[in-house]
């Protein structure tokens, strides 16, 4: 049973391009989070995707978008890249409750370099 | 605004016993998280809690106090696969998950 996979691992970009980040979920689940990861912090929450609509937002700027597709399967797009942009960027799969316990199954992550 | 507080690194030695301390102050509480994660990994769920007291599961445990704001992650019988950096995180009352800067936890033979 596949977890989440997340593709690419590594890529390098310069300043003012665009990028876009791929991800699936585990098996069985039907939520996506996507989290950007500076060195040494813990996770950022970007935004939350369920029934191919963006549910949940933080702080970020329009420049980060996404989208869900009817397999679950979902993608981070960053346009007009700054160098601050330079982070691990995390998927993380779930199930939708409105319980608490919503525990997160997270990818490996793909690691953006801005030059 | 909310926030998460944890100590940046901690020292401890093999088969001994350390606590990772968090304290938060969010908006609402509907639990609260701790993630292990290596370096270069993802992180990986280790415990939850949502009402005040002690959750153990094998070697790790975790404690809550909601009145004082207040979590603990104890582990006991350390191994060097246990050198990892240790997230807390907070569910608010959208449900977002607010996440700590995490601990890194270095253990000595």
């Known amino acids: 049973d596949a977890g989440v996979t997340q593709s690419p691992t590594h890529l390098i970009k310069t300043r003012g391009q665009q990028v876009t980040l791929r991800c699936s979920p585990k098996?069985?689940?039907?939520?996506v989070s996507w989290y950007q990861q500076a060195l040494g912090q813990g996770p950022q929450f970007i935004f939350q995707?369920?029934?191919?609509?963006?549910?949940q937002r933080g702080n970020f700027p329009d420049r980060f978008s996404g989208h869900q597709y009817p397999n679950y399967s979902s993608e981070l797009n960053v346009n007009a890249l700054l160098l601050g942009d330079s982070a691990l960027y995390l998927c993380?799969?779930?199930?939708?409750?409105?319980?608490?316990?919503?525990?997160?199954?997270f990818g490996a992550g793909s690691r953006l370099t801005v030059l | 605004g909310q926030n998460i507080d944890q100590p940046t690194e901690m020292t401890a030695t093999e088969g001994a016993i350390v606590q990772i301390n968090c304290t938060y102050q969010?908006?609402?509480?509907?639990?609260l998280f701790w993630y292990q994660q290596h370096a270069g990994e993802a992180p990986t769920f280790l415990s939850y809690n949502v009402l005040d007291g002690l959750e153990e599961k094998g070697r790790f445990s975790s404690f809550l106090s909601r009145s004082k704001g207040y979590s603990y992650l104890l582990l006991k019988e350390l191994q060097m696969k246990d050198s990892a950096s240790y997230l807390c995180?907070?569910?608010?009352?959208?449900?977002?998950?607010?996440w700590g800067a995490g601990t890194k936890l270095i253990i000595k033979p």
């Open positions: 993380a799969s779930s199930l939708a409750t409105d319980s608490g316990a919503n525990v997160l199954t």
């Open positions: 995707y369920y029934e191919e609509e963006e549910r």
């Open positions: 969010t908006s609402g509480f509907n639990g």
């Open positions: 995180a907070v569910m608010d009352s959208n449900y977002q998950l607010i």
């Open positions: 098996s069985g689940h039907d939520t």
